[in-house]
């Protein structure tokens, strides 16, 4: 049996954690966005629950490279590191590499074990790791925005999504009685879906710099410039380059220009998941994740907000029972991360 890895006992669900007779050793994860790099050192807990410890946030404006921020951790757990990771970023990943979407970084896992020191390295997508975590994490790890009617008489698909850096999307599947699959996609990048003159303007007014004017460019941090002088733009407002909290503080505040980006963004962030939701057949819930989610959360949960995310026409009844939660928790992809790991823990 390789190194780092337990006995298991056989288990005809492929997902369920009682493939995991006994305790792993403990894995390195990552969780790689546009913005913060972050490390621990991931174990199992109770019941084979995964825990996490050595928790390192690091800007990725410090590093050329992601080998160096890694390199950075590593020497800082000392020889205790573990010899294996799984690293989860902001991107597609393709034959053991990734380049990061809002980043100029590649990551190779043949590259990374050669100049690192691993075993073995894992590279999934970050949203997969994200939304491995919803059924790990506690009650209070959620703000929940809408109770909704949820049938808890069968498991159902589970919507994960947010706008952070980018605009993440995952779905988590039900196998079996507990375990889970989880189906990611790049839905971030389908294009952005007006619905009212003042978002037609917006997206017109995007047009004239942007060939293809995405969800992710509209909702997300990294379009938030973009967007901000396209409105001062449409509204003859000389733009200067404000930081997203202080935009968020005028529109309190009552400023037009303000309010309604924090509008356009939380309800076009609900209208962009009742749309995911309603194809998916994601009934067991929208949970909705990332920095921008966060700090829009009073807007999300606004009625207006909501509103768009049910009216869907003569499938509107469809989407009465589907409660909504916003993730409050940074360390969430961390603990999908591990998640995802022990869950691929082989059967001999």
């Known amino acids: 049996m390789p ?37 621990a050192v991931a174990s199992q807990g109770f019941a084979g629950k995964p825990v996490v410890s050595d928790v390192s946030v690091m800007p ?3 590093f050329e490279r992601f080998d160096d921020a890694l390199g ?5 757990l000392g020889k205790g590191a573990p010899k294996r990771a799984l690293i989860a970023l902001a991107g597609p990943v393709q034959k053991g590499r990734v380049k990061l979407t809002n980043r100029d970084w590649i990551v190779d896992t043949q590259r990374l074990q050669e100049n690192c020191g691993l075993s073995s390295v894992r590279l999934v997508n970050d949203y997969a790791a994200m939304a491995r975590a919803i059924p790990e994490l506690p009650d209070d790890a959620f703000r929940l925005v809408r109770k909704g009617e949820p049938d808890t008489s069968a498991r159902h698909p589970i919507l994960v999504s947010g706008p ?18 989880v189906l990611t996609g790049e839905g971030g990048h389908a294009a952005f879906a007006p619905a009212t003159p003042r978002e037609w303007a917006l997206a017109e007014k995007l047009r004239e710099t942007h060939a293809y004017v ?16 396209a409105l001062c733009d449409i509204d003859g407002v000389q733009w ?25 963004r939380a309800r076009g962030t609900l209208y962009a998941l009742g749309d995911t939701a309603l194809m998916n057949g994601a009934r067991g819930g929208v949970v909705v994740t990332g920095g921008v989610a966060e700090e829009l959360a009073d807007w999300i949960a606004a009625p207006e907000a909501i509103d768009r995310f049910l009216q869907r026409g003569p499938m509107s009844d469809y989407m009465q029972p589907i409660p909504i939660r916003i993730l409050m928790s940074g360390e969430a992809a961390l603990i999908g991360a591990a998640a995802l790991e022990y869950d691929e823990v082989p059967v001999p």
């Open 72 to 76: 950075l951790y590593l020497n800082q």
């Open 3 to 39: 190194a780092g890895q337990t006995r298991a006992v056989a288990c005809l669900n492929s997902s369920c954690r009682c493939r995991v007779a006994a305790m792993a050793d403990p894995v390195l994860v990552g969780d790689i966005g546009g913005t913060n790099v972050r490390f």
């Open 214 to 229: 995405s969800r992710e460019l509209v909702l997300s941090g990294s379009g938030f410039d973009a967007v901000h002088k």
């Open 164 to 181: 952070g850096t980018g605009l993440g999307m995952a779905t988590l599947i039900p196998v079996g009685t507990t375990g889970w699959r």
């Open 240 to 264: 200067e380059k404000t930081h997203p909290a202080k935009v968020e503080e005028l529109a309190r505040q009552g400023d037009p220009i303000c309010r309604d980006m924090c509008e356009i």
């Open 60 to 62: 990725g404006d410090d």
